[in-house]
T-cell receptor, first 112, second 115 residues
Framework: AQSVTQLGSHVSVSEGALVLLRCNYS??????LFWYVQYPNQGLQLLLKYTSAATLVKGINGFEAEFKKSETSFHLTKPSAHMSDAAEYFC??????????FGTGTKLQVIP | NAGVTQTPKFQVLKTGQSMTLQCAQD?????MYWYRQDPGMGLRLIYY???????DKGEVPNGYNVSRLNKREFSLRLESAAPSQTSVYFC??????????????FGEGSRLTVL
């Protein structure tokens, strides 16, 4: 069965600092991995995805994530946080057809 | 582009009342989903529909029913609402070319409170 674990329900960073949001997955087959972002009172939107083409994946708004099979991780990073990055971020895994499993989410606070 | 549209956006119910959440997508997607979002629990799949005329249970189907009315519309019904169903409900869909990769398109959510 597939699952994801997001370490830290809340993360605070200063504006301009590195953003690191952690995600570890469990899957019995090579997975598809995703990061979604949710701004207040909105639905989720895709930030980036890993589908085995490249281990370092670049997404929108300067975010990127690296797939590390040996560590079963897919951590999300951004070199310099911006106030507009404040949101909730969800890691998700799919083993293929139909089913996507989400993590519990990490709320990112950016301090001016 | 409207994408995925959910109605209503907000609803307050009393225990035992019934209601239907509506979802429509204009992207010609075959697959549609209903999730609920609760603090600290992420998104949990309630039901999904792989295509018009088919529905399947997800992780937390108890207390809900669904109808895939046509290719565009997928409704979620609470027959007898309970306080445990207080949540934010999201409808989502996947385009045919993205089914295997699980890339979802979400509506803005329906916030339901059951008193």
């Amino acid at each position: 069965a597939q699952s994801v674990t997001q370490l830290g329900s809340h993360v605070s960073v200063s504006e301009g600092a590195l953003v690191l949001l952690r995600c570890n997955y469990s899957s019995s087959v090579p997975p598809y991995l995703f990061w979604y972002v949710q701004y207040p009172n909105q639905g989720l939107q895709l930030l980036l995805k890993y589908t085995s083409a490249a281990t370092l994946v670049k997404g929108i708004n300067g975010f990127e994530a690296e797939f590390k099979k040996s560590e079963t991780s897919f951590h999300l990073t951004k070199p310099s946080a911006h106030m507009s990055d404040a949101a909730e971020y969800f890691c998700a895994v799919s083993e293929g057809y139909q089913k996507v499993t989400f993590g519990t989410g990490t709320k990112l606070q950016v301090i001016p | 582009n409207a994408g995925v549209t959910q109605t209503p956006k907000f609803q307050v119910l009393k225990t035992g009342q019934s209601m239907t959440l509506q979802c429509a997508q204009d992207m010609n997607h075959n697959s549609m989903y209903w999730y609920r979002q609760d603090p600290g629990m992420g998104l949990r799949l309630i039901y999904y529909s792989a295509s018009e005329g088919t529905t399947d249970k997800g992780e937390v189907p108890n207390g809900y029913n669904v109808s895939r009315l046509n290719k565009r519309e997928f409704s979620l019904r609470l027959e007898s609402a309970a306080p445990s169903q207080t949540s934010v409900y999201f409808c989502a869909s996947i385009g045919d070319g993205r089914v295997l990769t699980g890339e979802l398109f979400f509506g803005e959510g329906s916030r339901l409170t059951v008193l």
